[in-house]
């Protein structure tokens, strides 16, 4: 397995690979679980070469505490790659390295799909993920690049920003993974305790109940119907339910039978914040 932490270094393997490789990059931030390995797992079941980037990026933290305990665990992170294919290539940089020394994000227009949810409770942090996204894209230039559906939202916004930057690469979505419980995978799960860990699966018991009430009831019920759940609920609180249109991600009030539908939810369990979505 390489590990590259220049972009010389890495650009310069990767330019002499075979053309006719099939070039993959799975970014992520480390702190790698089992729902990392599954995007990696893809990416090597669907082409020769995969590229995974292991960096914290500072620009998409609007809360400098968070960033701070945000868990780096790098050679964990390398050994779980290792145990998964000794053919993959890590690029782990420093922020110098990766933004030349003025680690600011650049300002872009995602048509509204960063305005609502996760963007209006964590400001500019679009324009983060964006940058860093950008700048790997542009670096790696892969045929394709793999994201997990827990960050639909940011999801979405990668799609608009490969379609604006005019960006070569197929974004591939790939399925949420949960523990057992139910709970989505997540590196911020590491810092829940063992009682809190278990109790937030009522996230998503509560997801699958709103999923079931609204091929009946209307989007403003099944929002209405969560919120009561939450406030009876001590350890959890609600930061945000909503239920949008896949596309636009805004907010509905009618049903169309022609369109797809998804709920999004971010709580505090003990402080620590979770993100989940379901498809509806």
Same mark, same amino acid.
């Given at each position: ?37 599954? &995007? @990696? %797992? !893809?990416?090597?079941?669907?082409? *020769?070469?995969?590229?995974?980037? =292991?960096?914290?990026? +500072? ?101 608009? &920003? @490969? %379609? !604006?930057?005019?960006?070569?690469? *197929?974004?591939?979505?790939?399925? =949420?993974?949960?523990? +057992? ?100």
């Amino acid at each position: 397995m390489l590990v590259f932490k220049t972009k010389k270094e890495l650009t310069e393997h990767v330019s002499a690979l075979p053309k006719t490789n099939r070039l993959a990059l799975v970014p992520t931030m480390g702190a790698l679980h089992k729902g990392h390995v599954s &995007l @990696v %797992e !893809q990416a090597i079941a669907e082409n *020769e070469t995969v590229v995974v980037s =292991i960096f914290v990026n +500072p620009t998409q933290f609007n809360n400098k505490e968070d960033l701070e305990k945000y868990p780096q665990t790098l050679q964990a992170d390398l050994d779980l790659l290792s145990a998964t294919s000794e053919n993959i290539i890590i690029f782990a940089p420093s922020a110098e390295e990766v933004y030349d020394k003025n680690v600011k994000a650049k300002i872009y227009d995602f048509e509204g799909l960063d305005q609502v949810m996760e963007g209006a409770f964590r400001e500019d942090h679009f324009n983060g993920v964006g940058t860093i996204v950008e700048a790997l894209l542009l670096l790696v230039k892969p045929d394709r690049a793999y994201f997990g559906e827990k960050d639909f939202q940011q999801l979405q916004i990668i799609r608009k &920003l @490969v %379609e !604006q930057q005019q960006i070569p690469v *197929e974004i591939i979505g790939c399925p =949420i993974v949960r523990e +057992p419980s139910g709970l989505a995978m997540s590196s911020r799960n590491e810092r829940l305790s063992p009682e809190l860990r278990q109790k937030a699966s009522f996230i998503y018991s509560t997801l699958l109940a709103a999923k079931e009430k609204f091929g009946t009831k209307s989007a403003s019920y099944v929002v209405d119907w969560v919120k009561k759940e939450f406030d009876q609920h001590e350890d959890l609180e609600l930061e945000y339910i909503e239920i949008t249109d896949v596309n636009t991600l805004r907010p509905i009030t009618i049903k169309n039978k022609n369109l797809k539908y998804r709920a999004f939810i971010a709580v505090y369990a003990g402080g620590v914040r979770l993100i989940d979505n379901i498809a509806l």
